[in-house]
């Protein structure tokens, strides 16, 4: 604890060459920052959507070992998903999860050292909010398409 | 803004050295990565399968489940994600929490919680499909 403040004061501080202290400057962050844009907007969706996922495994979970309990156990778990609760649930899970994914995949692209450029980001962000859309709308086209 | 102080006699940097906060960065960078590459297909197959399988009865689900391409696979995916949930709270967790005690907590339980889960999931499969 002590040493976080430390370590923050001993970076943010530094010395002038006639040796007077100086506050060095912070990157001008949220005040500065409109954060409509898209691009930081898709990076915080990015991180709020892998972490509801991380809550979405829970009922992954509770879905596996209610099978593995038995027969009533299992139709318990169903009811839920199927109520309105648990369709509106599953309906977000799936668009969360499409985003992460898609997203994840333009991470994985910019790892490769391409598509930084301005254009090229707006771009393959774009892509990833419409591929979002149209992948979540044929998850539930092929949950619909076997239900009727 | 008040005027910098330094009350100590030791440099900036020498106060900060070693006090990095990952240690481990390259490997958990790394396998965030490989992790992610193996859920890439894996998140494909599982989420168009549970699409066809809306009013799957007990029967139905545990056939499926206990099939072993589909048992193995799901046993793949539960690894790899639960793997890179872990790891990705992680970050979250060093970003926001501030304090190395209640830092060190929240980590603490995440791990064990994504252990206790992937545990979980894991047993069920094995329990449907062997």
Known sequence: MSKTIDTREAVMVGRRSDGTLVRRPLSPHLQAYDMLQMTSALSITHRITGVVWSVGMVFLVWWLASAAGGEASFNGAQWFFGSFFGILGLLGLTAVAWYHTLNGLRHLYWDSGRGFDLPTTYLTGRAVLIGTAALTALTWLVMLITWI | ?130
């Open chain 2, 1 to 130: 803004m008040a005027a910098p102080t330094i009350r100590s006699l030791r440099s900036p940097l020498g106060r900060v050295r070693g006090l990095g906060a990952a240690k481990g960065g390259t490997h958990h960078w790394w396998m965030m990565r490989v992790t992610s590459i193996a859920l890439l297909p894996l998140t494909l197959w599982l989420v168009f399968s549970l699409a066809r399988m809306p009013d799957a009865t007990w029967q139905q689900a545990t056939a499926w489940i206990g099939r072993p391409f589909n048992a193995v696979l799901l046993l793949a995916f539960l690894a790899a994600a639960f793997h890179h949930t872990a790891y990705g709270l992680q970050e979250v967790v060093e970003d926001y929490v501030r304090g190395e005690m209640t830092k060190l907590g929240a980590l603490l339980a995440v791990k064990g919680l994504c252990a206790v889960l992937w545990l979980t999931a894991t047993l069920a499969v094995l329990r449907i499909a062997v």
